[in-house]
């Protein structure tokens, strides 16, 4: 199987504006969750989606906000870009099933905002 | 809230030596645990992972960790290291929820140098 993949993979922006950023998941997995990486915080969860509806949402402010489409690819769109933003976003994909829950990532998309 | 420790920041091990990396995680019950490395500029590839059962669990490129719930560590090993294993190790913890949906809980990595 294909693995997850994300575009794109760099990205630069300046403060106030926004992007949208994309994830295919694995064949099969209905299940996407995204995460920021920096060298501060280091991995935070923002947020998961499985068909199409989020189910959970880590500590992040309302600026960032995502979506899932009917063939599971995922988008996340950061509003009004601050300088904190710059950083790695991984797209996991989750394989649930009885006994077993394990996400799978991509490669990354890194933003930098100046 | 569930936590994870990784005490050791930077590790160096000469080429060939055995590793081990240190994991300590903070959870109400039996969680579910990863192990998973990073190399410069990419993605989380995932080691290995424990749900239940044997708690030595064996993972890709000679990895094996081993949980003990009394210590609440989940320690990573290889008996003999190779210098293509320099990367960033994350340790992770995720929440047994049923039917919930609940993210990963990540350390904040252990960087591997090998010395020749």
């Known amino acids: 199987k294909a693995g997850v993949t994300q575009t794109p993979r760099y990205l630069i922006k300046t403060r106030g504006q926004q992007v949208t950023l994309s994830c295919s998941p694995i064949?099969?997995?209905?299940?996407v969750s995204w995460y920021q990486q920096t060298p501060g915080q280091g991995l935070q969860f923002l947020f998961e989606?499985?068909?199409?509806?989020?189910?959970n949402k880590g500590n992040f402010p309302g600026r960032f906000s995502g979506r899932q489409f009917s063939n599971s690819r995922s988008e996340m769109n950061v509003s009004t870009l601050e300088l904190g933003d710059s950083a790695l976003y991984l797209c996991?994909?989750?394989?649930?099933?009885?006994?077993?829950?394990?996400?799978?990532f991509g490669p990354g998309t890194r933003l930098t905002v100046l | 809230a569930q936590s994870v420790t990784q005490p050791d920041i930077h590790i160096t091990v000469s080429e060939g030596a055995s590793l081990e990396l240190r994991c300590n995680y903070s959870?109400?019950?039996?969680?579910?645990l990863f192990w998973y490395v990073q190399s410069p500029g990419q993605g989380l590839q995932l080691l290995l992972k424990?749900?239940?059962?044997?708690?030595l669990v064996q993972g890709i490129k000679g990895f094996e960790a081993e949980f003990k719930r009394s210590q609440s560590s989940f320690n990573l090993r290889k008996p003999s290291v190779h210098w293509s294993d320099a990367a960033e190790y994350f340790c992770?913890?995720?929440?047994?929820?049923?039917?919930?949906?609940?993210?990963?809980?990540f350390g904040k990595g252990t960087h591997l140098i090998i010395q020749p």
């Open positions: 996991a994909s989750r394989d649930r099933g009885i006994g077993t829950d394990t996400q799978y």
């Open positions: 064949s099969g997995h209905r299940s």
């Open positions: 989606y499985f068909s199409e509806t989020q189910r």
């Open positions: 959870y109400g019950a039996t969680p579910y």
């Open positions: 424990y749900f239940s059962g044997d708690t």
């Open positions: 992770a913890v995720g929440a047994r929820s049923g039917g919930g949906a609940d993210g990963l809980t």
